[in-house]
C-alpha cells in the first residue's frame, strides 16, 4: 500500500510560481512511476507530469514551465509551477503506480494505482 497526501496549493497571479509537494508513504520500488496530474473545471483528468528514476514525462503545455522532483529518499514528490497561466488552474492530485512507466502513467491516468485526494490551484489573470 501507498499514502499519498498533498500540499501546497492555493491562489496565484498569473505569472507567479507554486510547488506543490505530496509526502509519500508506503513502499516505492523500481518499478514505480510517481505523477501529478489535474482535473481543469468541467473537463477529464489529465497528465501534468510523471517520474521513474531518472526518467521524466511532461504534457505539452507545461513543458519548461512545470518540474517534477522527488527528495533523495523518495518520500516527497514535488512539483514547481512557474509561469502559471489561467489555463493551469486545477485541482491537482498525485499518484503512483507499479509497474508503470511515465509515458503510460502521463497518457493513461487510469494506470496508477494510489491517489492523493488532491488539492486546489487557481490561477488569477
Known amino acids: 500500500q501507498v499514502q499519498l497526501e498533498e500540499s501546497g496549493g492555493g491562489l496565484v497571479q498569473a505569472g507567479g510560481s507554486l510547488r506543490l509537494s505530496c509526502a509519500i508513504s508506503?513502499?516505492?520500488?523500481?518499478?514505480?512511476?510517481l505523477g501529478w496530474f489535474r482535473r481543469p473545471p468541467g473537463k477529464a483528468r489529465e497528465g501534468v507530469a510523471t517520474?521513474?528514476?531518472?526518467?521524466?514525462q511532461y504534457r505539452d503545455s507545461v513543458q519548461g514551465r512545470f518540474t517534477i522532483s522527488t527528495d533523495s529518499a523518495e518520500t516527497t514528490l514535488y512539483l514547481q509551477m512557474n509561469n502559471l497561466e489561467p489555463g493551469d488552474s486545477a485541482m491537482y492530485f498525485c499518484?503512483?503506480?507499479?509497474?508503470?512507466?511515465?509515458?503510460?502513467?502521463?497518457?493513461?491516468?487510469?494506470?496508477?494505482?494510489?491517489w492523493g485526494k488532491g488539492i486546489l490551484v487557481t490561477v488569477s489573470s
Open positions: 499518484a503512483a503506480g507499479r509497474n508503470t512507466s511515465p509515458r503510460a502513467g502521463l497518457n493513461a491516468p487510469g494506470n496508477m494505482e494510489y
Open positions: 508506503g513502499e516505492i520500488d523500481r518499478t514505480t512511476c
Open positions: 517520474l521513474r528514476k531518472s526518467e521524466t
